[in-house]
């Protein structure tokens, strides 16, 4: 067996790692937040895992995400990879690798519009319920005529989009995250205390 119990089979094969960036960012506001998740499929099989983090059954940050009413968006893919990639992007830091954030940050230093966030921000490749998020995430009520996108990729399975989920997160849930964000905190310390985290200044982010 490899890391985290995954089937040693897994550590030759090669897939997709992809990171998605959540909507609102999960956790306590002004304490500790996670706005990422990195995870990775078999080649061929990303759309299927998307599927899985919608329905509630990918990984437990996005189900608990998904509980708290949030959401988020693909922000990158890294194709032809192995399992052991996954577990080096999840030390390495999630925003420096997020195409949201890049171009959040790109809007910040003045550098691009808004509007021209969006297509850095991964607009061709999204959903439309992902496209309403970019919208939301950059403060515009509608993208420009003339944004510019790739051509669309070839047919294959449509993921299931993630959907706020109803009503109100019950206090069970609310106790549940609260320790699940005191888990990343206490992940965090213990990494950053180590020689090895020092330098690698990991991204808080579920497994």
Not at 74 to 93: C, I, N, P, S, W
Not at 140 to 156: M, Q, Y
Request: with cysteine.
């Amino acid at each position: 067996m490899s890391r985290r119990g995954a089937p040693s089979g897994l550590a030759w094969q090669v897939g997709d790692a992809y990171t998605l960036h959540l909507w609102p960012p999960f956790g306590i506001p002004g304490v500790q937040q996670s706005g990422h998740y990195t995870g990775w499929a078999l080649e061929g099989r990303l759309p299927y895992r998307l599927t899985d983090h919608a329905l509630g059954r990918g990984a437990r940050l996005t189900q608990l995400q998904r509980e708290a009413g949030g959401s988020w968006v693909l922000a990158g893919v890294e194709h032809g990879v192995t399992r052991d990639r996954e577990h080096q992007l999840k030390y390495r830091g999630a925003s420096r690798r997020c195409d949201v954030c890049r171009a959040e940050r790109d809007v910040q230093a003045g550098e691009i519009t808004r509007e021209r966030a969006l297509e850095r921000a991964g607009w061709d490749r999204a959903t439309d319920y992902e496209r309403g998020l970019l919208l939301e995430i950059f403060g515009l009520e509608a993208p420009p005529a003339n944004l510019a996108v790739r051509a669309p990729a070839p047919p294959g399975p449509e993921p299931f989009v993630p959907r706020p989920a109803p009503g109100e997160v019950s206090p069970e849930r609310l106790a549940e995250m609260d320790a699940l964000v005191d888990g990343l905190v206490a992940g965090w310390k213990a990494e950053a205390a180590s020689p090895k985290g020092a330098e690698a200044e990991p991204e808080l982010e579920g497994g």
